[in-house]
């Protein structure tokens, strides 16, 4: 019954969509924030100050989804965890089904991100492009079971399109991952272009690249 509810809330005005989502789910969204056409109805949902959300995008299974000011999830990513509740992943126990998107990131068009463990993408990163997959669970070939890791992307990165993110790996602040790349752990060094599959460090970016110091997430 809640499900078919959900679903008659994703085609209300906005208005009238965002009192509901208020009043019934105890989400906190701001008065400037919005959501299009999108199934988007996570545990908790928190929305900043201009965050916007597309059409086309499904949001579930989560624990909580925060969206900082003025961040954008542009249109048909399906982003989608696995709760605490159930019966995988019982020996991670500061597993935390969630995805952060800070203040000025943008996640853009037909992405996949698994949020079975936490997902963070920092301020004013843009994951760009179509078809990245952000995965953050798999079988563990050794122990015999399911297993899973969080994924951070920093700040002010750049994630080219059609990238592969696995679990336990990270992206350092203030650089890029190039197109068609598979990053399988954590990095470091920040102002650097990583590539590849697996993705290694291939150069050096300039400290004062315009894209590390913009003001505002988006690019003209």
Same mark, same amino acid.
């Given at each position: 019954?809640?499900?078919?509810?959900?679903?008659?809330?994703?085609?209300?005005?906005?208005?009238?969509?965002?009192?509901?989502?208020? #009043?019934?789910?105890?989400?906190? +969204?701001?008065?400037?924030?919005?959501?299009? /056409?999108?199934?988007?109805?996570?545990? #908790?949902?928190?929305?900043?100050?201009?965050?916007?959300?597309?059409?086309?995008?499904?949001? +579930?299974?989560?624990?909580?989804?925060?969206?900082?000011?003025?961040? %954008?999830?542009?249109?048909?990513?399906? +982003?989608?965890?696995?709760?605490?509740?159930?019966?995988?992943?019982?020996?991670? @126990?500061?597993? !935390?089904?969630?995805?952060? /998107?800070?203040?000025?990131?943008? %996640?853009?068009?037909?992405?996949? +991100? !698994?949020?079975?463990?936490?997902?963070?993408?920092?301020?004013? @990163? @843009?994951?760009?492009?179509?078809?990245?997959?952000?995965?953050?669970?798999?079988?563990?070939?050794?122990?015999?079971?399911?297993?899973?890791?969080?994924?951070?992307?920093?700040?002010?990165?750049?994630?080219?399109? #059609?990238?592969?993110?696995?679990?336990?790996?990270?992206?350092? !602040? #203030?650089?890029?991952?190039?197109?068609?790349?598979?990053?399988?752990?954590?990095? @470091?060094?920040?102002?650097?272009?990583?590539?590849?599959?697996?993705?290694?460090?291939?150069?050096?970016?300039?400290?004062?690249?315009?894209?590390?110091?913009?003001?505002?997430?988006?690019? !003209?």
């Amino acid at each position: 019954m809640k499900r078919l509810l959900s679903l008659g809330v994703v085609f209300l005005p906005w208005v009238l969509k965002r009192w509901l989502l208020r #009043r019934f789910w105890g989400y906190q +969204i701001a008065d400037g924030a919005r959501i299009g /056409l999108s199934y988007i109805f996570p545990g #908790r949902l928190v929305m900043g100050e201009g965050a916007y959300i597309g059409h086309l995008n499904v949001a +579930i299974h989560l624990e909580r989804l925060e969206c900082g000011a003025h961040s %954008i999830i542009e249109r048909s990513n399906w +982003i989608t965890g696995h709760a605490l509740a159930g019966g995988h992943f019982r020996h991670r @126990t500061q597993r !935390d089904p969630a995805l952060l /998107l800070g203040e000025h990131a943008a %996640i853009t068009k037909s992405h996949i +991100i !698994d949020c079975t463990d936490k997902v963070e993408i920092g301020a004013f @990163t @843009t994951i760009a492009g179509y078809h990245s997959q952000l995965i953050t669970h798999g079988i563990h070939v050794v122990d015999g079971r399911q297993d899973c890791k969080p994924i951070r992307i920093g700040a002010y990165c750049l994630v080219g399109t #059609r990238v592969t993110v696995l679990g336990g790996a990270a992206l350092p !602040d #203030r650089s890029v991952l190039g197109a068609g790349s598979v990053l399988n752990k954590v990095h @470091t060094e920040e102002f650097a272009v990583y590539a590849g599959q697996p993705a290694v460090r291939v150069k050096g970016l300039p400290t004062d690249a315009a894209y590390f110091h913009r003001a505002s997430g988006f690019v !003209d």
